[in-house]
């Protein structure tokens, strides 16, 4: 079955800095990776979505890459701010005909000023 | 707001009971999803309707069913509850295949 894993539960940096996240996944490389960001009690809100075929995508402070070989995605804030202290989550497919997704158990990210 | 809404916000039952959780989707999208997120499992899928049908089915246990009715919302049926399955309850929804996914912002379970 396919897995995902986000190898650091916590990350902290200072103000201003370029906040780095990995994901790691198994089996075939999935069609897209999805990451979300989530804040205590409430749900996931969707940030970013990168297919197979792009290497890199960027949206605002956000940057994130998809590479096939190294079955992996990196997620980077640049310029962070205390606001973006929250709990990051990977997503790829549950299976290769379906629209599921399954999650990583995130990356918990504080930004001190 | 994501557009979908998740009823009721808190839950407390005790063991042995049977709980209905209600979810209604953002306004056009067809598919839902139901994930169980605790502290040491995160976030798991636990199964997918789609326009009424059953799509993909994940770590949902056999005390736990769920459907989606015409008007596309769905409940989620948990029945002989264990202390285990205390949990935040998440429903989301999406348009199509490869779509982000828009959550809700959960049921809180408490079991005692």
């Known amino acids: 079955s396919q897995k995902i894993e986000q190898n650091s539960e916590a990350l902290n940096i200072q103000e201003g800095k370029t906040a780095t996240l990995t994901c790691n996944y198994t089996?075939?490389?999935?069609?897209?990776l999805q990451w979300y960001r989530q804040d205590p009690g409430r749900g996931p809100v969707f940030l970013l979505l990168?297919?197979?075929?792009?290497k890199e995508k960027r949206k605002e402070r956000l940057k994130v890459t998809f590479d096939t070989t190294l079955k992996q995605s990196l997620f980077h804030i640049t310029a962070s701010q205390p606001a973006d202290s929250a709990t990051y989550l990977c997503?790829?497919?549950?299976?290769?005909?379906?629209?599921?997704?399954?999650f990583g158990k995130g990356t918990t990210l504080s930004v001190s000023s | 707001d994501s557009g979908v809404t998740q009823t009721p916000k808190h839950l407390i039952t005790a063991t042995g009971q049977r709980v209905t959780l209600r979810c209604s989707p953002r306004s056009g999208d067809l598919s839902v999803y139901w994930y169980q997120q605790s502290l040491d499992q995160g976030l798991q899928f636990l199964i997918q309707?789609?326009?009424?049908?059953?799509?993909a089915k994940g770590n949902i246990l056999e005390r736990f069913s769920a459907q989606q009715f015409p008007d596309l919302h769905s409940e989620l049926n948990l029945s002989s509850l264990e202390l285990g399955d205390s949990a935040l309850y998440f429903c989301?929804?999406?348009?199509?295949?490869?779509?982000?996914?828009?959550f809700g912002n959960g049921t809180r379970l408490t079991v005692t």
């Open positions: 997503a790829r497919d549950f299976n290769q005909a379906g629209t599921a997704l399954i």
């Open positions: 990168i297919r197979e075929n792009e």
């Open positions: 309707y789609y326009n009424g049908e059953e799509r």
């Open positions: 089996n075939y490389s999935p069609a897209y």
């Open positions: 989301a929804s999406s348009v199509d295949r490869g779509s982000p996914l828009h």
